[in-house]
């Protein structure tokens, strides 16, 4: 197989681990707590991540105390911060109408740097903004009907785990100069999982205990599959094709995830989910061409720190 055609392929099997991955949490929640699914698919994580790193030293987290405050942000924000907001928001909406919301990610990342950072915002930049809001907004004021049942306060709540990204990719961002993204990674995923051990109870072993035998599939998916291969394949294309480029392919996660919501969940679709999609996919485009301030890549259902939307 060439080159080019590899790279495609790779970066369709991403699209599809991030998109589907929204499905397996929804089944998982048949079963599994928003707490318990989040700590289940943070053990299977971290046991592979571990294994990782005892055969590839050079991808262990090593920073220094200056940075202590930030990997603890990014500790908070990227475990328990989004995907116990993804999770108990994704048990009171569809999973296609969540994949829509954290798309909007990068957006809120713009409003933040406007508000926290005092960069300049263009008039393409308000926009974006706009866009991307305007199509949550959709979201949030139907209910029920498209894309399976929806309430007000699963989009907010939701709305929270993107929130949590834009707060994780912003506070990260100075440490992808002195460290790799899988470093800065790691070590946001090993201090997120460690905030979630006081969560552990009883019931948490039950629930794990009486997990079926396909839920066990679902959260394999999530912990090895779109936790762990999915953000190794994704630096991989990174050093291969560009931020940019790489960016443009994961427009198409929350595509993917609206039809296997569709397919495996029976979620209906109709014109306010396309509606606020292409508001939301715009918005995230626009965002992507602000020329003066990059802004990162939309994220997957797991957050990343990507280096820049330069090419690289």
Known sequence: MK????????????????????VGIKQSLRELSPTTLTILRFAIADVLLLGVMLVAPATRPRFSRTDAWRLAVIGVCGVPAYHLALNWGERRTGAGIASLIIASAPVMVALLSIAVLHETASARRWL????????VAILALRSGGDAGRAS??????????????????IVAKPLTGRASPVQVTAAGMFIGSAMLLPLVRGQTIREI??????????????GAGS???GYFIFVWALERLGATRVAVSLYSVPVVALLASWLILDEKLGPSIFLAGAMVIAGIALAQQEKRTPVPLPPPEEPVVAPSTREI
Do not use: C, K
């Open 209 to 222: 205990g009486g997990l079926s035998v396909e839920n066990w599939g679902w959260m394999l998916l999530l």
């Open 128 to 135: 974006a903004i706009a866009l991307a809001f305007g199509g």
């Open 227 to 229: 936790s762990v291969l």
């Open 152 to 169: 007000i306060g699963g989009v907010l709540v939701t709305a929270i785990a993107a929130a949590a990204w834009a707060v994780y990719t």
């Open 3 to 22: 080159g080019r055609a590899r790279l495609y392929l790779m970066l369709a099997a991403l699209s599809t681990l991030w998109g589907i991955a929204f």
